[in-house]
């Protein structure tokens, strides 16, 4: 016998859509959860996954290693870098849990409840068409034979109505559970906004995740560049005076210092001491170790030279002279001035130096000054002292090397300061005065 | 007779008053509002004790310093050292068991060490109770004194203490200089307290 279409046009085309729809859904539920890093049973599992707790890991190593004190930089960092990272790991954990319970648990209970709710129907839909044309069939078999002769017209007319009401009964059902399909495919459809509404959820959850891991690496940043910034381990050589000088907490350049005092030991007596050059690689050690912030003095005790031509270099390689470019021309119109002129007009620019200079020109003086005292011996007397020091303490911006021109002026200005030291410098200050 | 030289050092918080110290030492003089020490200053002084000359070569350290990353340049070769602390500023005592222990690693075994409390003619500001400065100095072995730079008190005497407690072999001049350390930790750990009193 001839079979019912189980469907009508309408729910074929629900249907397709419905098919559709589920292929979509199944689509962006793969590729979403294949995309997520942290799988697992447990928070600190599912963290181990991220690759931000591996670095964060070997960070924190690194700066357990190095340790975190003043004492290294890269310690400090380390682990302010991997706090860094760790946070960056949690914001992505929350944000894939955001994504499982937001996103994948709705799109999952299409998969659990609604699409099994239509299949079931369609199943039922199709038994009970089954059903109805079988009824059909037997009820075109009944009236056929009652048509035939010689049969009993009250029993088989009994028949056919008997099957007529299956029919009819199995008719109303294939209509009712066309309807529950219906209503449920229909439904399903009707679902469109809440599917739209979990690609929303998904994008907002990216937003707070990007926006909270934003907010965790700014935090970090600041606290990284003051670290960097306050770093009393900076390399010396070549660094402003003021700011090394704030970094370590000082008032006198840790280089400037540790030579005046060594030499005060061992170089006083010092033929040609900031005359004659040190050799060249002990020069580049001693300044690389003061640079690596690891000095050890006693192993240039016997070697006053290498100290005093450190001294020399690191003021030569200040990024701005110790006497400020700011008084360069000051300093240069002074030294034109006659020998009885130039000592009281230098005081009032030396006084205008800027404080952390002005500590440091008059530690060095007070020192060259106690240097020119033993000149019978070492023969560095203030003028021989001045041509050779005078050239590293004021130069003009731009001017790389050493200017001809103004070596002379230039040593006219220290000669004076250091034979007149305790007129520029008086008082209050008693470095390096003996008492007997 | 012979003369010996000491080197000594003064350590200690800035403001406690090393520098009138020194000055009231050296030169019998006190000036009320000396400026503070930048760098370092060094002096010299002979005294006689029981017949022995002696002639401190003086190295007055500037107090301010973050790092202390100098300090063991004057200290090292040292061969006495004295901590000076203010008897009116509790911090500055705090401070002198951190130079105590930094001494104990770092500077020579056999370095006298005397812990000055200065300032104490300022009695009705005090803040160090004199006896737990003696109990610390005696557990740690030092010599200690309670000093005036202003009045005198005590000033002399601190150095006589050292010159007698010098032990007689010179080790001072064997080492000079130092290493100039900005990394090292300078996180100082508290002592441990006594419990005090001996077991009954």
Same mark, same amino acid.
């Given at each position: 016998?001839?079979?019912?279409?189980?469907?009508?046009?309408?729910?074929?085309?629900?249907?397709?859509?419905?098919?559709?729809?589920?292929?979509?859904? %199944?689509?962006?539920?793969?590729?979403?959860?294949?995309?997520?890093?942290?799988? &697992?049973?447990?928070?600190?599992?599912?963290?181990?996954? =991220?690759?931000?707790?591996?670095?964060?890991?070997?960070?924190?190593?690194? !700066?357990?290693? =190095?340790?975190?004190?003043?004492?290294?930089?890269?310690? %400090?960092?380390? %682990?302010?870098?991997?706090?860094?990272?760790?946070?960056?790991?949690?914001?992505?954990?929350?944000?894939?849990?955001?994504?499982?319970?937001?996103?994948?648990?709705?799109?999952? !209970?299409?998969?659990?409840?609604?699409?099994?709710?239509?299949?079931?129907?369609?199943?039922?839909?199709?038994?009970?068409?089954?059903?109805?044309?079988?009824?059909? &069939?037997?009820?075109?078999?009944?009236?056929?034979?009652?048509?035939?002769?010689?049969?009993?017209?009250?029993?088989?007319?009994?028949?056919?109505?008997?099957?007529?009401?299956?029919?009819?009964?199995?008719?109303?059902?294939?209509?009712?559970?066309?309807?529950?399909?219906?209503?449920?495919?229909?439904?399903?459809?009707?679902?469109?906004?809440?599917?739209?509404?979990?690609?929303?959820?998904?994008?907002?959850?990216?937003?707070?995740?990007?926006?909270?891991?934003?907010? +965790?690496?700014?935090?970090?940043?600041?606290?990284?560049?003051?670290?960097?910034?306050?770093?009393?381990?900076?390399?010396?050589?070549?660094?402003?005076?003021?700011?090394?000088?704030?970094?370590?907490?000082?008032?006198?350049?840790?280089?400037?210092?540790?030579?005046?005092?060594?030499? =005060?030991?061992?170089?006083?007596?010092?033929?040609? =001491?900031?005359?004659?050059?040190?050799?060249?690689?002990?020069?580049?050690?001693?300044?690389?170790?003061?640079?690596?912030?690891?000095?050890?003095?006693?192993?240039?005790?016997?070697?006053?030279?290498?100290?005093?031509?450190?001294?020399?270099?690191?003021?030569?390689?200040?990024?701005?002279?110790?006497?400020?470019?700011?008084?360069?021309?000051?300093?240069?119109?002074?030294?034109?001035?006659?020998?009885?002129?130039?000592?009281? +007009?230098?005081?009032?620019?030396?006084?205008?130096?800027?404080?952390?200079?002005?500590?440091?020109?008059?530690?060095?003086?007070?020192?060259?000054?106690?240097?020119?005292?033993?000149?019978?011996?070492?023969?560095?007397?203030?003028?021989?002292?001045?041509?050779?020091?005078?050239?590293?303490?004021?130069?003009?911006?731009?001017?790389?090397?050493?200017?001809?021109?103004?070596? &002379? !002026?230039?040593?006219?200005?220290?000669?004076?300061?250091?034979?007149?030291?305790?007129?520029?410098?008086?008082?209050?200050?008693?470095?390096?005065?003996?008492?007997? | 007779?012979?003369?010996?030289?000491?080197?000594?050092?003064?350590?200690?918080?800035?403001?406690?008053?090393?520098?009138?110290?020194?000055?009231?030492?050296?030169?019998?003089?006190?000036? /009320?509002?000396?400026?503070?020490?930048?760098?370092?200053?060094?002096?010299?002084?002979?005294?006689?004790?029981?017949?022995?000359?002696?002639?401190?070569?003086?190295?007055?350290?500037?107090?301010?310093?973050?790092?202390?990353?100098?300090? /063991?340049?004057?200290?090292?070769?040292?061969?006495?050292?004295?901590?000076?602390? *203010?008897?009116?500023?509790?911090?500055?005592?705090?401070?002198? #068991?951190?130079?105590?222990?930094?001494?104990?690693?770092?500077?020579? /075994?056999?370095?006298?060490?005397?812990?000055?409390?200065?300032?104490?003619?300022?009695?009705?500001?005090?803040?160090?109770?004199? #006896?737990?400065?003696?109990?610390?100095?005696?557990?740690? *072995?030092?010599?200690?004194?309670?000093?005036?730079?202003?009045?005198?008190?005590?000033?002399?005497?601190?150095?006589?203490?050292?010159?007698? #407690?010098?032990?007689?072999?010179?080790?001072?001049?064997?080492?000079?200089?130092?290493?100039?350390?900005?990394?090292?930790?300078?996180?100082? #750990?508290?002592?441990?307290?006594?419990?005090?009193?001996? /077991?009954?």
């Amino acid at each position: 016998s001839e079979k019912s279409e189980v469907l009508t046009e309408d729910l074929l085309t629900i249907e397709k859509r419905v098919d559709i729809v589920k292929q979509v859904c %199944q689509n962006i539920s793969k590729k979403l959860s294949s995309g997520l890093q942290a799988q &697992g049973d447990t928070v600190e599992k599912r963290l181990k996954k =991220l690759p931000e707790t591996s670095l964060a890991h070997c960070l924190n190593e690194a !700066s357990a290693l =190095l340790g975190t004190g003043t004492e290294s930089l890269l310690g %400090q960092i380390c %682990q302010l870098c991997g706090e860094a990272q760790n946070n960056l790991a949690r914001e992505q954990l929350q944000y894939e849990i955001n994504i499982e319970k937001d996103v994948l648990g709705p799109l999952q !209970s299409i998969f659990d409840v609604d699409l099994p709710a239509i299949l079931k129907a369609r199943k039922h839909l199709t038994k009970t068409t089954l059903d109805m044309d079988s009824a059909k &069939g037997r009820h075109t078999t009944a009236v056929r034979q009652s048509q035939l002769p010689g049969t009993n017209i009250a029993n088989a007319s009994a028949k056919v109505d008997q099957i007529k009401e299956e029919l009819e009964e199995a008719e109303s059902k294939v209509e009712y559970v066309k309807d529950s399909l219906a209503i449920e495919m229909s439904n399903f459809i009707a679902k469109e906004t809440e599917h739209s509404q979990k690609l929303l959820a998904l994008v907002e959850a990216q937003a707070a995740y990007h926006e909270k891991a934003l907010q +965790a690496i700014q935090a970090v940043i600041p606290k990284m560049q003051r670290s960097i910034e306050n770093n009393p381990t900076k390399p010396v050589f070549g660094n402003c005076l003021e700011e090394h000088l704030r970094v370590t907490g000082r008032d006198i350049a840790v280089v400037l210092e540790a030579c005046v005092v060594t030499l =005060l030991y061992t170089g006083m007596n010092e033929e040609g =001491l900031f005359r004659i050059a040190g050799a060249a690689s002990k020069l580049k050690k001693l300044k690389a170790c003061f640079d690596a912030n690891i000095v050890d003095m006693e192993e240039f005790r016997h070697d006053p030279h290498t100290v005093a031509g450190t001294l020399k270099q690191y003021l030569r390689e200040l990024p701005e002279p110790l006497l400020t470019y700011h008084l360069y021309v000051e300093f240069m119109q002074a030294a034109t001035l006659s020998k009885e002129k130039i000592v009281p +007009a230098l005081k009032p620019i030396i006084e205008k130096l800027p404080p952390p200079n002005y500590n440091n020109f008059r530690y060095l003086i007070k020192f060259l000054e106690k240097l020119c005292k033993s000149s019978d011996q070492n023969k560095m007397t203030p003028t021989n002292i001045a041509i050779v020091i005078a050239p590293n303490l004021l130069w003009s911006d731009g001017e790389n090397a050493p200017n001809m021109l103004t070596t &002379g !002026s230039l040593s006219t200005i220290i000669e004076a300061v250091v034979s007149n030291a305790e007129y520029f410098f008086p008082g209050g200050s008693y470095m390096f005065i003996f008492y007997f | 007779m012979s003369m010996r030289d000491v080197k000594l050092c003064l350590l200690g918080d800035s403001g406690v008053g090393k520098s009138s110290l020194v000055m009231r030492f050296v030169t019998d003089s006190f000036k /009320p509002a000396l400026e503070s020490t930048i760098g370092a200053s060094f002096m010299t002084k002979t005294v006689e004790v029981d017949g022995n000359t002696y002639k401190f070569q003086i190295w007055d350290t500037a107090g301010q310093e973050k790092y202390r990353a100098l300090a /063991p340049m004057y200290y090292r070769g040292a061969a006495a050292a004295i901590i000076a602390y *203010d008897v009116t500023r509790e911090s500055s005592f705090k401070s002198v #068991k951190s130079w105590v222990q930094e001494l104990r690693h770092q500077g020579h /075994p056999n370095i006298v060490l005397a812990i000055a409390g200065n300032k104490c003619d300022l009695e009705d500001l005090r803040e160090v109770r004199l #006896k737990d400065a003696e109990d610390y100095a005696k557990q740690i *072995d030092a010599l200690f004194c309670e000093t005036s730079a202003l009045t005198a008190v005590n000033v002399a005497d601190i150095f006589t203490k050292i010159c007698k #407690k010098l032990p007689s072999e010179d080790f001072s001049s064997s080492r000079v200089g130092s290493t100039v350390n900005l990394r090292k930790k300078r996180d100082v #750990k508290k002592e441990k307290k006594c419990c005090g009193g001996s /077991p009954s």
